[in-house]
Structures are given as C-alpha cells and as structure tokens.
C-alpha cells in the first residue's frame, strides 16, 4: 500500500500546488468532520467483514484505520 499512497500523496500535492505533508493528521480530521458520510464520502468507511481478528465497524476501527480514499473526492478538498 505505500507505494500506491506515495504515488496518490504526490498527485495530490501537484493538484493542490504545494506539499502536503503527513496526511494522517488531516484524514483523522477529515473523518471528525464528517467527510466519511453522505452520497460522495471522501473516506469509506468499512462497516462490514474482518481480518480475523477485527471486525469493520463506523469510524475508527483497528483493522481498517478510518476506512479507504476515494482519491478523486479526496483531490477536491486538498486544494
């Protein structure tokens, strides 16, 4: 997955015109401020199924983090 969010990291900075930095902080707030619900969330949750040891459940869950990006959703909001 690193790989994948490094490449993601620096398309996000390039639409944005700047540097991001460490995202964690900003998908944590994005998830606090309800950008995980409606029609088009920036983060999907993943309510359902488990890694055999965590079960998905709304908001923060161990197995998933806060859930996953739709990058596109999430270039709207960077910039």
Known sequence: MAPQLNGVTALL???AGHRLGLLNVELYNLQRLGFSFGRFPVIRTISTGDNWFYHGRNGYAPASGV???DV???SEVTH
Do not use: A, D, P
Request: net charge positive.
């Open 13 to 15: 900075g390039q639409n």
């Open 67 to 69: 859930g996953t990006l």
């Open 72 to 74: 596109f959703k999430l």
